[in-house]
């Protein structure tokens, strides 16, 4: 499985972000998809994930602003963040696991500017 990630950018505290992570290769047999960040000095954070069912979670502290999504169509995972903050800022990298194997894209920038 490949992953192409982007969507990553400046923005502003308050605005909004979509994120976008397209896989390739044999994506019909991935478990699950999702999206960590990782901020220098901080331990990586799995912020999103969305299941083969179709479930997703998320960690409480997100209070609600991510939301992950995906259109089978487009074999791509898109992340919406809504209600940006400085503290989000971080390199997103999107992740496809399969059983025990996880494949990563690469890393993709979000600036949130206070």
């Known amino acids: 499985v490949q992953l192409q990630a982007s969507g990553g950018g400046l923005v502003q505290a308050g605005e909004s972000l979509r994120l976008s992570c397209e896989a390739s290769?044999?994506?019909?047999?991935?478990?699950?998809m999702g999206w960590y960040r990782q901020t220098p000095g901080k331990q990586r954070e799995r912020v999103a994930t969305?299941?083969?069912?179709?479930?997703?979670h998320y960690p409480p502290s997100l209070g609600g602003r991510f939301t992950i999504s995906r259109d089978s169509a487009k074999s791509t995972v898109y992340l919406d963040m809504n209600n940006l903050e400085p503290e989000d800022t971080a390199v997103y990298s999107c992740?496809?696991?399969?059983?025990?194997?996880?494949?990563w894209g690469q890393g993709t920038l979000v600036t949130v500017s206070s």
């Open positions: 992740f496809a696991r399969i059983l025990a194997r996880y494949f």
């Open positions: 969305l299941r083969s069912d179709d479930t997703t």
């Open positions: 290769g044999t994506t019909d047999i991935i478990d699950d």
